[in-house]
Each structure stands twice: as C-alpha cells, then as structure tokens.
C-alpha cells in the first residue's frame, strides 16, 4: 500500500504522530538502553527527513536543538515523514561522556555488524531497522574537550544536492570535510542518503545563538523540500548573507605547555600575522606569543585555560 509506513515493526499513518523505543542494547546488570524516536508524518507523502542529535553523549547542544524542535511542533510535517531522535547515546549522555557503555566511539562504529562490539551492535540495528527509511539527515554535534565550533556545516563536497542543502541550512560557514571511515555521516552517504553534518557549541554546554542556528536550520531544510510551508520563519538575514565556504583548513597546536590565552573570538576572520594568543607558565616568569600563519576564518577555539604541548587550540579555515 503506498500509504504505509513501518519503522521498528509499527505501522504509522498518514497525518500520525508516534513514539517508539529501540532498545536492541542492555547494560550487563541486563537493564536495557531505550532510544526514543518520534516519527511524524504528514498528511501527504513526500521525502522522509531525520534529525538526530547525541551520537556522543556529552554533546548536549544538538540534543537541545532537537528537543526543541519537537517541543515546538515545528518537527510535524505536512508532506512527507519527519524522524527525531534526540538522543541516540543515552548512556553517554547519563554518564556526561562522550563514549558508547562498552567504552567505544559510537561514531566509529558505523555501519557496524551484528556480531561486532555493543556500539557496533548498536550501529547495526540503527542502519537496518531505521535508515532505509530516510532520504535526509541533519546530524547534531558539538566540538569536544572545550574547544567551541562556531556554527558551521560539514560536507565532503562532492555532491552537488547536498550543497545546496548546506546554503539552504543557512549556518554561518559550509565546511568540505572528508568522510571518515565507520563514521554516521560515511555510512549514510554510501547509501545515497544526503547528510549535513552540523557542528555548533561544545561539549557538555547549552548555547542560546547556535541552539537557535540549528533550529532555523532544520525550518530552511524542511520548507525547501517542501515538508512544511515555513515561509513566515524564513530568515531574511540568511538569504542577505550566504554561509562562508570553506575549502581548506588546519589547526594551530601548542608549541608548550601553560596558562593559554586567546587573543581573538571565535567565527572571526583574521589577517595574516595578527597576535592570535598566548602561552605563559603560571610564575610570572615565561609568555610566548603566536601568530597567524595565514589569513583565515576562526572555525573553533580552545575554551581551556590550561593546555599542554600538541594540544589543539584553534582551527582556522580557508576559501
């Protein structure tokens, strides 16, 4: 029947809104990891989009982003499917860590085998029970380990749809990143599903502006496939001002260890040999300033006072 939808062994109609769980993972004292998915459909059919956040479980402010869609109705289509699932690392996300409960990078796991670790399990069933489904994803993250994103959406730059896609989100800068291997992202595209990547805040924080980025975000997305008429929330100020294509980037590590301090903000563009920061001990005795090598765009800043040699502290992009 062309009106039929089933997800996770449940029918859903035409106009329906529903919550399941999938829960094909269990702790070892054998309580199980329920993942909450709200599947809206409209009343007509159409494309079948998903929005997920909480791959890592310490990256919060995607799970607000989609939470907050729900909250608002916006996530309810008048044509076509809408899948939410805010939260897929829910032990992570009970632990404030980034890892999957068998200690594992839920986002290196991917398309993962059904008799592979608990993640890669976990992966499995994900791809098989829920993607075929989805034509569209907007997945959610943050940066980690206190380093901030400035909003931005990532591609590999390859397909000429999902740029579109990245201008139509509307964020600040669209960044040609590669998909790494088991990655979400990898896995969905070599399914010939279009996939932005958005990355926005850090770990374990709330951030009003870039919550607000990926909400608008998901509305653009939405009305331009034709989901839902949101002509009334269409930002003016994203049409006046098209995202920063970033094609190249590189990151600027600590030459030593120290009290770090930065001399600029995040998402700004910076001239080549401006004083970026600097790096001192915390005697009074030694402060090493750097520059910039070449003129760039701020992608993601460093928050920790406190780093050590190697440690990244800003990522710059370049057009």
Known sequence: MPNEFKILNQKISLGQTI??????????????IEVPIIVSRGKKEGPC?????GIHGDETNGVEIVRQLIASELHRPDCGTVICIPLLNVFGF?????????????????????????ASRFAYHLMMKVIPKVNYCIDYHTGGAQRFNYSQVRIDGTDDE????AKIFGS????YSKNKEKTFRKSMVDLGKKVLLFEGGKSLNLDKIVT?????????????????DFSSKISKHSKENPPILIKSSKWIRAKQSGMYRSYINVGQ????GIKLGSISDPFGTNETIFKNPQEGYILNANHSPVVNQGDALLHIGFE
Request: aromatic fraction near 4%; avoid cysteine; glycine fraction near 10%.
């Open 162 to 165: 999902t740029l579109e896609l």
């Open 269 to 272: 563009k910076v001239e080549k």
């Open 94 to 118: 009970l632990n404030q860590t980034r890892e999957f409960p068998d200690g594992r990078d839920l986002n290196r796991a991917f398309p993962g085998s059904i008799k592979g670790s608990l």
């Open 212 to 228: 607000k980025v990926g909400i608008q975000g998901a509305i653009n997305v939405m009305h331009h496939l034709g989901m839902r």
């Open 49 to 53: 989009l998903l929005l997920i956040g």
């Open 19 to 32: 919550q399941l769980k999938m829960d094909i993972a269990q702790l070892s004292i054998g309580t199980k």
């Open 172 to 175: 600040p800068f669209i960044v």
